[in-house]
């Protein structure tokens, strides 16, 4: 059997999975509603048919040769939809200036707070509306999510072969770009113990401490969490029940908290523990000195997982969309992930090469260098979706 036909196979499972999640009329149902406080603007027919006419010039592949072109088209449109891309987080806010700069195009990032949930929810709302998101960054469970409603086009950026197998879909719908793994942060100031362990978040000295960046039923990184809880407590990829069982006691405790982190509720204490990838707990080390941030690896409970590009099938600017994702899986894009903590998903690709500056790698933690994540499949992704979202609202709650 061929990767291919290995993956058409794989899909098809997860697609009876997230039907059986949500239906997919109810996905449509929601579709009807507005995303990210927009309304919904239909387009004449004839403009409808035109752009679609627009959306088939782009090539499937992007080449050296073909380089240029794409440049100079994405340079016509002028513009790129981004949304759900916090300036700090995985450095996206020196990325987006860095790419606006190089090629002249204004970025417009909306909902920047927004979840890979929210991502795909805007591609459906707001179809057919010039504010549209051209391109997503949603965790792999919300890629095959946007796979099997097919809201992405097909696109193989010119590095795709350097982009490990594992981390792609190999008919160009979605390709990761970077990865990370869930660390501990906490502030010194008000944590005088650091918890070293999931078993240590548990005590009565971090009551009213514990976050989680984000909620499971529509955020990634709050996934990733649920998926540490669990390999900390005899679970498995296979078996995130005991993950979330753990949040209930931390919950029924007082330890863990209904505030969700983001960069302000680190920056005024509201989070004094965060559960998160390590790239974000380590930028608010350099973000928020005043915070006193620290980071730690959990002993018992190290999960990694990657995000994914994608370009939407119905995009606004389709040949900005493809530059940008040039542009991200470029030596250049993929260093500056890098400046931001997060693991490049053509990383081993660029140390090959020596492609990586010294000050750059000076600059990462110890800590970061020595995870020993563990990371799940697809398969293992979808069916923890499934229990997260049965068991989650009846156990800890709806958020």
Excluded at 273 to 282: A, H, P, V
Aim: charged share 20%; net charge positive; hydrophobic share 40%.
């Amino acid at each position: 059997m061929s990767v291919e036909e290995f993956q058409e196979q794989e899909y098809e499972f997860l697609r009876r999975l997230e039907e059986e999640r949500i239906g997919r009329s109810k996905l449509l149902k929601r579709g009807l509603a507005t995303a990210a406080g927009l309304t919904v603007i239909a387009l004449p027919e004839a403009a409808l048919a035109a752009r679609s006419k627009a959306l088939a010039d782009p090539p499937l592949r992007g080449t050296k040769k073909n380089l240029a072109e794409i440049v100079a088209a994405a340079k016509k449109e002028g513009k790129l939809n981004v949304i759900a891309l916090p300036p700090d987080w995985a450095n996206y806010g020196e990325i987006i200036s860095t790419f606006s700069k190089k090629y002249g195009i204004k970025i417009t990032s909306d909902n920047p707070n927004g979840s890979s949930s929210d991502e795909n929810q805007a591609i459906v709302s707001l179809k057919g509306d010039p504010r549209a998101p051209d391109v997503v960054d949603v965790s792999a469970t919300f890629a095959v999510a946007g796979t099997v409603s097919k809201l992405y086009g097909r696109y193989y950026v010119s590095n795709y072969a350097t982009v490990p197998r594992s981390m792609k879909d190999t008919r160009g719908l979605w390709t990761g770009d970077y990865y990370g793994s869930v660390t501990i942060g906490y502030n010194a100031n008000l944590v005088k113990t650091p918890p070293k362990s999931f078993a240590d978040l548990l005590k009565p000295i971090y009551k009213n401490q514990v976050a989680l960046n984000g909620s499971p039923l529509k955020s990634g990184s709050a996934i990733a969490g649920v998926f540490a809880a669990a390999l900390a407590n005899g679970g498995s990829l296979s078996d995130v029940g005991p993950g979330v069982d753990w949040f209930a006691k931390a919950k029924s405790v007082g330890n863990f908290i209904p505030v969700q982190t983001t960069p302000q509720t680190v920056a005024s204490g509201q989070t004094p523990i965060s559960i998160d990838w390590d790239y974000n707990n380590f930028a608010y080390i350099k973000e928020f000195p005043s915070a006193n941030w620290k980071v730690v690896l959990p002993t018992d409970g190290q999960y990694g997982g990657y995000y994914c590009q994608a370009v939407s099938a119905t995009a606004p600017h389709p040949w900005a969309a493809r530059l940008w994702q040039e542009f991200l899986y470029s030596d250049q894009g993929q260093i500056l992930y890098l400046k931001g903590y997060a693991h490049p998903a053509r990383i081993a690709d660029l140390l090959a090469r020596k492609a990586i500056p010294k000050s750059v790698t000076r600059s990462l933690p110890a800590s970061w260098l020595n995870s020993k994540a563990k990371f799940a499949s697809l398969g293992q992704q979808a069916k923890a979706s499934v229990v997260i979202n049965t068991q989650w609202p009846a156990k800890v709650g709806s958020s």
